[in-house]
T-cell receptor, first 112, second 113 residues
Framework: DAGITQSPRHKVTETGTPVTLRCHQT?????MYWYRQDPGHGLRLIHY???????DKGEVSDGYSVSRSKTEDFLLTLESATSSQTSVYFC???????????FGPGTRLTVT | QQPVQSPQAVILREGEDAVINCSSS?????VHWYRQKHGEAPVFLMI?????EQKGHEKISASFNEKKQQSSLYLTASQLSYSGTYFC??????????????FGKGTLLTVNP
């Protein structure tokens, strides 16, 4: 299995506070992705990265920002958390010509 | 726009077959299939590429109709371990080359003894 971890695994925070989720992979994969998963919506892409410092928006990017300063780390930031951002967040990565996206274990975020 | 999966849910008895469909409104370069068990991360099953190439697990089969922008996943002689939510992820021709996927809402498959 690909080495991809997420931290924290669980977090409860209050509305209006900033939150940063971390994704770390040890596979030297070029591409990394952040998804959110909500009942009835499946997996929706928030942001993705196609290299160090190269990122782009996904379909549900409002209220989120990302950064990638190293190949192995991809950070997702909620600048001011809202209750609508309560969700399970998955990070994934893949290499060039690999096709398969390897998912991290997920982070369950609750915004109260 | 998310691809549409059908059915939303299916219940089988062990040994029965099932078909899960995935349909897109956009021209597709590839279709990916993932399975997610409750409380776990999605796991790759297979990919079907424009032009007919397939890669994935040997015990799972799927088809890709490029003209209709549709894919079907065939689960035969189902086992208890097949239970989970199945997602198709589509990579569109217009979406660039960053392996970016748009996932459907999922199909919940339950296999009972």
């Amino acid at each position: 299995d690909a080495g991809i971890t997420q931290s924290p695994r669980h977090k409860v925070t209050e509305t209006g506070t900033p939150v940063t989720l971390r994704c770390h992979q040890t596979e030297n994969h070029r591409y990394m992705y952040w998804y959110r998963q909500d009942p009835g919506h499946g997996l929706r892409l928030i942001h993705y990265s196609y290299g160090v410092k190269d990122t782009d928006k996904g379909e549900v990017s409002d209220g989120y920002s990302v950064s990638r300063s190293k190949t192995e780390d991809f950070l997702l930031t909620l600048e001011s958390a809202t209750s609508s951002q309560t969700s399970v967040y998955f990070c994934a990565s893949t290499g060039t010509n690999s096709y398969e996206q390897y998912f991290g274990p997920g982070t369950r975020l609750t915004v109260t | 726009q998310q691809p549409v999966q059908s059915p939303q849910a299916v219940i089988l008895r062990e040994g029965e077959d099932a078909v899960i469909n995935c349909s897109s409104s956009k021209a597709l370069y590839s279709v990916h299939w993932y399975r997610q068990k409750h409380g776990e991360a999605p796991v790759f099953l297979m990919i079907l590429l424009k032009g007919g190439e397939q890669k994935g697990h040997e015990k799972i089969s799927a088809s890709f109709n490029e003209k209709k922008q549709q894919s079907s996943l065939y689960l035969t002689a189902s086992q208890l371990s097949y239970s989970g939510t199945y997602f198709c992820g589509t990579e569109t021709i217009s979406g660039g080359s960053n392996y970016k996927l748009t996932f459907g809402k999922g199909t919940l498959l339950t296999v009972n003894p």
